[in-house]
């Protein structure tokens, strides 16, 4: 939640090009869960069910679950610890539906793309028996229409056979808001670094109680980001439509600042370069856990 900004994918031609029209920001300013994997070939703990798979064409009408999307049949999500199962990152080979508790109808679908043009992360925090409860990039509603109540995370149900295993998520990554620190948190629950931060100034604050993922990484010129690329989380504001003003949805993100130290952003969290790249170098799928 700086202001608008073009985003520059550096993978792909493609991507930068699609980027251009974007204008995607990125702010300046109950454990269920069982530690099973959510792969096919892991055993299933819940009855089967007559799953009726949909058509690509079906899938492809459905609502995309999207950075600045707002998609009522999702889930909120208010975990607020790391989930066992968030050890591994996946991805997604085509778009696939995403469902609701009931599991009946789908409401919205999962993109094997993301914005950048670059494979989608995918991150379960549940499984049962072939579903998997994963975290979504969209929200599930705006703040502005629920009084300021909405969940700055967004979940949904998903098939586990759809899920490519992707890699090893050793480390998370837990925000203080009022220490005003990031820390890189081991698989043993021991601090690795920790490092100073600028938070939510007092109207437009950092969410807190919550648990996301860093969904994607870029660098920005339009917001002088041309060393230490921006990390998007999946989470959003969950006190302001667009605290900034933009149209990125009311992104949290972790970026480079010279002064990082205060209550000073529209929720996003600041940190100097040394802190950035520690970020930066940890995998695509990393937790990011935000406490009060």
Same mark, same amino acid.
């Given at each position: 939640?700086?202001?608008? /900004?073009?985003? #520059? ?55 995309? !679950?999207?950075?600045?999307?707002? *998609? ?36 919205? /679908? ?15 925090? %549940?499984?049962?028996?072939? =579903? ?5 990039? $969209? #929200? ?16 949904? =149900? *998903? #098939?586990?056979?759809?899920? /490519? ?14 220490? %005003?620190?990031?820390? *890189? ?52 504001? $969950? !006190? ?20 990082? #130290? ?31």
């Amino acid at each position: 939640m700086t202001r608008t /900004r073009t985003v #520059r994918a550096t993978s792909t031609t493609l991507a930068a090009a699609l980027l251009l029209t974007l204008g995607l920001t990125a702010c300046t300013a109950q454990d269920t869960t069982t530690s099973t994997k959510p792969s096919a070939s892991s055993s299933a703990t819940a009855t089967a069910d007559p799953y009726a798979a949909p058509s690509a064409a079906q899938v492809a009408i459905l609502p995309e !679950a999207r950075y600045d999307a707002v *998609i009522g049949g999702l889930l909120p999500y208010y975990g607020s610890t790391v989930p066992k199962v968030a050890d591994e990152s996946y991805t997604i080979s085509a778009d696939a539906p995403l469902y609701g508790d009931d599991r009946s109808k789908p409401v919205a /679908r999962l993109a094997a793309k993301n914005f950048l043009d670059q494979p989608t992360v995918v991150v379960p925090v %549940q499984v049962s028996g072939d =579903w998997a409860m994963v975290l979504t990039p $969209a #929200r599930q509603a705006l703040p502005s229409a629920t009084k300021g109540g909405a969940a700055a995370q967004s979940a949904a =149900w *998903i #098939r586990r056979d759809l899920l /490519r295993k992707s890699g090893a998520l050793s480390d998370h990554v837990v925000i203080a808001v009022g220490k %005003q620190t990031v820390s *890189i948190v081991g698989s043993d629950g021991k601090t690795v670094k920790e490092f100073q931060a600028g938070v939510g100034a007092g109207g437009t604050p950092t969410p807190t109680g919550v648990i996301g993922y860093i969904q994607a990484r870029y660098l920005d010129p339009a917001q002088d980001q041309t060393v230490h690329p921006i990390q998007l989380t999946t989470l959003h504001s $969950a !006190a302001a439509d667009e605290p900034y003003g933009g149209k990125d949805g009311g992104l949290i993100g972790v970026h480079y600042q010279s002064v990082a #130290r205060g209550a000073v952003s529209h929720g996003c969290v600041r940190l100097d370069g040394d802190a950035v790249d520690a970020v930066n170098a940890l995998p695509l799928g990393t937790v990011v856990q935000i406490v009060a």
